[in-house]
């Protein structure tokens, strides 16, 4: 059974500041997602990783996947209060090519 | 109207009533999904059609049924719930390979499920 680990669940962090977000997962993959979540709003598609090595990166956030290290960061840059959010990773079994296994979740606070 | 739409946003149900959740993608796509979102827990996958065959019962009671009439629609029918079943439903869609590989997910607003 795959499991997804987010960590840290829970940051808050200062306007201006980097920090990494950490996905792993635990069997083989050949694609990750990251997506946003707004408080009572639905969740929206960041990026989209399907090979080792892939970086992709949209203003402050930068997403990465290292598929032997059953692992995928979510930089972020400067932060901004606009990001504040819950972000998910999901992450798609090689074996079981319907489904997506999400991560618990890193809510984000950024605060002046 | 473009991407996918749920109704309704929110329902409050007693544990004795049937009531359906409706989900409509405009995106073409050809798979469609139920997900659970409850607080403090991963989103759990519970239902996945894949051109209008259901592939994925992810040991769903059944007193949740999904039913999938075409590529564009997804409903969840709902009868005698828990208040634990109490939460915020998703539907998503995307474009499946031929061999089912679920592509990048679109999700709808949700539909906020209060089970009293």
């Known amino acids: 059974e795959l499991k997804v680990e987010q960590n840290p669940l829970f940051l808050s962090m200062q306007e201006g500041k980097n920090y990494t977000i950490y996905c792993n997962y635990s069997?083989?993959?050949?694609?990750l997602y990251w997506y946003r979540q707004d408080p009572g709003k639905s969740l929206e598609s960041l990026f989209v990783?399907?090979?080792?090595?892939a970086v992709k990166q949209e203003g402050r956030l930068m997403a990465s996947l290292d598929t032997k290290a059953r692992l995928s960061t979510l930089h972020i840059t400067a932060a901004v209060h606009d990001l504040s959010a819950t972000y998910f990773c999901?992450?798609?079994?090689?074996?079981?090519?319907?489904?997506?296994?999400f991560g618990t979740g890193t809510r984000l606070q950024v605060f002046p | 109207e473009t991407g996918v739409t749920q109704t309704p946003r929110h329902l409050v149900m007693g544990m004795t009533n049937k009531k359906s959740l409706k989900c409509e993608q405009h995106?073409?796509?050809?798979?469609m999904y139920w997900y659970k979102q409850s607080a403090k827990k991963p989103l759990e996958l519970m239902f996945v059609?894949?051109?209008?065959?259901?592939?994925e019962n992810n040991s769903v009671p059944s007193r949740f049924s999904p039913e999938c009439p075409n590529s564009s629609h997804l409903f969840l029918h709902l009868h005698t719930l828990q208040p634990e079943d109490s939460a915020l439903y998703l539907c998503?869609?995307?474009?499946?390979?031929?061999?089912?590989?679920?592509?990048?997910?679109?999700f709808g607003e949700g539909s906020r499920l209060t089970v009293l």
């Open positions: 998503a869609s995307s474009q499946a390979s031929r061999q089912g590989r679920a592509g990048e997910l679109f």
């Open positions: 069997t083989t993959s050949d694609r």
């Open positions: 990783l399907l090979s080792n090595g």
């Open positions: 999901a992450v798609g079994p090689v074996y079981n090519t319907d489904k997506l296994i």
């Open positions: 995106l073409g796509h050809n798979a």
């Open positions: 059609y894949n051109f209008k065959e259901q592939t």
